[in-house]
């Protein structure tokens, strides 16, 4: 590229991204079964001008996917460095997630309706998946001993996927019909939940037996 065509391709992709920003308060407002029309209102563009930067409905889906994604990790980032003893870890980072999924309830809702499957042609539609994402993270932080114990990675992936797949279902029932519960009433059941099934995947004498990381091990 020369320097015009590499200025021009960061225009786009610039103007790409505040359209994306836009689409995401346009759901926040609209709830999960927002409309092309109604995010390019909110855009301020028309239909076939926020079109030009995308290809199709599904592009759009992914980018919004992909930008919601980006922002749950960074959010999280405090559990992705982790301190204190296993089972506070776990709690902080499960009201961390919930958290998240309380407060921006209808993009997550968007995201459940929208979601692309993951591998097939597509390079980002792995990346757009909320529960791959946490799950891939969770899993890697067992493996490499961040929790305080290495897990072999046979045992880990299908550990971290299942965990956060059982908070991921919990959590989207409990948007839809809380029985009455709050966010910290389900933050507690949940954690108690995920304790039991790590202790019996790991073992409860290796559990019991792991100190605190990070930062309060000192």
């Known amino acids: 590229m ?6 021009w391709a960061g225009h786009r992709e610039a103007r790409r991204l505040e359209l994306v920003d836009a ?3 346009a759901i926040e407002e609209h709830g999960p079964d927002v409309t092309t029309e109604q995010i390019a209102g909110q855009a301020g563009v028309s239909r076939p001008g926020l079109y030009r930067h995308f290809d199709g409905k599904d592009d ?5 996917a992909a ?3 980006e922002r749950l990790v960074t959010e999280l980032e405090p559990v992705w460095r982790p301190s204190g003893r296993p089972r506070e870890m776990l709690e ?4 961390a997630h919930l958290r998240w999924l309380s407060e921006h309830a209808n993009v997550y809702l968007y995201l459940k309706r929208n979601s692309l499957p993951s591998g097939g042609d597509s390079v980002e539609s792995a990346s757009t998946n909320v529960r ?3 799950s891939a993270h969770v899993a890697q932080m067992l493996i490499d001993g961040s929790l305080g114990a290495e897990t072999p990675p ?3 992936h299908p550990l971290a996927y299942g965990l956060v797949g059982m908070v991921d279902a919990a959590a989207a029932h409990w948007l839809d019909e ?6 910290e009433d389900l933050g507690a059941q949940l954690t108690e939940a995920c304790w039991a099934v790590i202790r019996v995947t790991v073992g409860s004498q290796v559990i019991d037996a792991l100190g605190t990381v990070g930062a309060d091990s000192a």
């Open 2 to 7: 020369d320097g015009r065509t590499r200025r």
């Open 23 to 25: 689409a995401v308060v």
């Open 60 to 64: 759009l889906q992914a980018a919004i």
């Open 67 to 69: 930008r919601s994604v």
């Open 92 to 95: 902080r980072a499960l009201a």
């Open 132 to 134: 791959s994402v946490v």
């Open 154 to 156: 046979a045992v880990a």
């Open 178 to 183: 809380p029985h009455g519960a709050t966010v």
